[in-house]
């Protein structure tokens, strides 16, 4: 089992910056692809990015929509993916989930997550 707790969601304006943190508990960290993804009101959830388990040094993926304004990353020892958010838009407004899979390969399909977080809001204001 895996536990996910994400934090460091709120309310910012266009153009500013948050990072959002997970909190890992349970099995080997280390062993698990992490992801997030995140829905909007009255959307489908998606894929926002994802960084392999540490055995495969560096390997990040991120959806198009983020990239070049996103970045995340992992601290093994503290069991915790970061999700660093900057110049962010409205469009950036939505609950943001934490995800687990125990695989080295990263997947964007939120159902090849297996362990979810209970997600955290972030409201980007215009």
């Known amino acids: 089992q895996v536990q996910l707790v994400e934090s460091g969601g709120g309310l910012v304006q266009a153009g500013g910056s948050l990072r959002l943190s997970c909190a890992a508990s349970?099995?080997?960290?280390?062993?698990?692809?992490m992801g997030w993804f995140r829905q909007a009101p009255g959307k489908e959830r998606e894929f926002v990015a994802a960084?392999?388990?540490?055995?495969?040094?560096?390997?990040?993926y991120y959806a198009d929509s983020v990239k070049g304004r996103f970045t995340i990353s992992r601290d093994n020892a503290e069991n915790t993916v970061f999700l660093q958010m900057n110049s962010l838009k409205p469009e950036d407004t939505a609950v943001y989930y934490c995800?687990?899979?125990?695989?080295?390969?990263?997947?964007?399909?939120?159902?090849?997550?297996?362990?979810w977080g209970q997600g955290t809001q972030v409201t980007v204001s215009s």
């Open positions: 995800a687990a899979r125990e695989s080295q390969y990263i997947a964007t399909t939120q159902n090849l997550y297996y362990y």
């Open positions: 349970g099995r080997t960290f280390s062993s698990y692809t």
């Open positions: 960084i392999s388990w540490s055995r495969i040094t560096g390997r990040v």
